[in-house]
């Protein structure tokens, strides 16, 4: 089981720049988390999925965000246009459906907007 | 109120120390509770799930007390590998899983 892969691992760009990051959970499960983790602020739940569809997006801090999950192996977080207050750790996790609700997380993609 | 508050620490214990830490949620109907860890610059990894009747996993035991709405962490016998941050997590109603920001360990040799 290769785990949840996350990418990319590290990105720097400049602000106004789109921002796409990626994940690809684990086979089988059938939810799909973005978190956001920064000093201040700690894990914040950016947006969560069931079955491939968006449950409670409340935590997206502004229309500048966007994610998307065309199936079931795959998810992207987009950011449009990045700012520097953007930067964080960028965590996904998924979910199975064994009721346990144990997550397993990729190793995050870390975002400096310059 | 936040939904679920850590005492950030750091907390600096000798190793061979018992070391205990508490988190407090706000909704009473949150449904199931764990204590996950973070190493420096890694992802957080499930520690341990948080029962009513309370569990024990070798030196950790983890309580959970619904009436006052808070969730335990005590580690025996503390190793220098126990050095981490602690996260605090609850799962409410409508299926939300929210992290506390950690509580910070050092064992310190």
């Known amino acids: 089981d290769a785990g949840v892969i996350q990418s990319p691992r590290h990105e720097v760009t400049e602000m106004g720049q789109e921002v796409t990051l990626r994940c690809k959970p684990i086979s089988g499960h059938n939810s799909l988390f973005w978190y956001r983790q920064t000093m201040m602020r700690g894990l914040e739940l950016l947006i969560y999925f069931n079955n491939n569809v968006p449950i409670d997006d409340s935590g997206m801090p502004e229309d500048r965000f966007s994610a998307k999950m065309p199936n079931a192996s795959f998810s992207t977080l987009k950011i449009q246009p990045s700012e520097p207050r953007d930067s964080a750790v960028y965590f996904c996790?998924?979910?199975?459906?064994?009721?346990?609700?144990?997550?397993?997380f990729g190793a995050g993609s870390r975002l400096t907007v310059l | 109120r936040k939904e679920v508050e850590q005492d950030p620490g750091p907390f600096n214990v000798p190793e061979g120390a018992t070391v205990a830490f508490n988190c407090t949620y706000s909704n009473s109907a949150s449904q199931s509770f764990f204590w996950y860890r973070q190493d420096c610059r890694k992802e957080p990894k499930l520690l341990m799930s948080v029962y009513s009747s309370g569990n024990e996993d070798g030196r950790f035991t983890a309580q959970l007390n619904r009436a006052s709405q808070y969730i335990s962490l005590l580690i025996r016998d503390s190793k220098l590998s126990d050095s981490a941050t602690y996260l605090c997590v609850v799962t409410s109603p409508g299926d939300k899983i929210i992290f506390g920001k950690g509580t910070r360990l050092h064992i310190l040799p």
């Open positions: 996790a998924s979910r199975g459906t064994s009721g346990a609700n144990v997550l397993t």
